[in-house]
């Protein structure tokens, strides 16, 4: 088995999981769910072979699946949460040490812009592109600004 389908199996990622849908059963906004996680996995895919950085499959899809795991106990500090709650996973789930502070590290920096090819990078560029503006019931309300939303499929 990959260990990114360990991750899936692992206790402490289900019990965040379910807190963070718990959490959000009324968001009206964009919501921090399996299906964001795996959509931002898949676009970090495309988004490394479209540029040969050839990241592994198995790291991108750890990063994706747990860069918002933070929000299952806070909102504000998520990335800081999120990476210490991801240590110990990834742990479990068979990930070395190098491989965990580099995964940990672009949940950390994931909240910022930066223009170099790195995990971080495509983790923010995937994380944003994800999102449905397109189709989006909230717009009126979202904090996005308008030219940062993103209007067409690109992924
Ligand atoms: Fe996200």
């Not at 699946?65 to 990335?79: E, N």
């Not at 449905?132 to 717009?139: G, M, V």
Request: hydrophobic fraction near 30%.
């Amino acid at each position: 088995m990959q260990r990114y389908n360990k991750i899936l199996k692992n206790k402490d990622y289900i019990k965040a999981l379910n807190l963070i849908e718990k959490n959000e059963e009324n968001r009206i906004f964009c919501k921090h769910n399996l299906e964001h996680f795996l959509d931002v996995a898949r676009i970090s895919y495309i988004l490394s072979l479209e540029n040969n950085l050839n990241i592994p499959k198995d790291i991108l899809y750890a990063t994706s699946l747990l860069h918002d795991l933070g929000r299952a106990y806070s909102g504000k500090d998520h990335d800081v949460v999120g990476a210490n709650l991801s240590t110990k996973i990834l742990k479990e789930c068979g990930y070395l040490c190098e491989e965990i502070s580099l995964i940990t590290s672009a949940i950390l920096n994931h909240r910022q812009e930066n223009n170099e090819n790195s995990l971080s990078s495509i983790l923010y560029k995937a994380d944003k592109i994800s999102r449905q503006c397109y189709k989006c019931k909230a717009q009126k309300d979202c904090y996005w600004e308008k030219e940062k939303r993103n209007e067409f499929i690109k992924y």
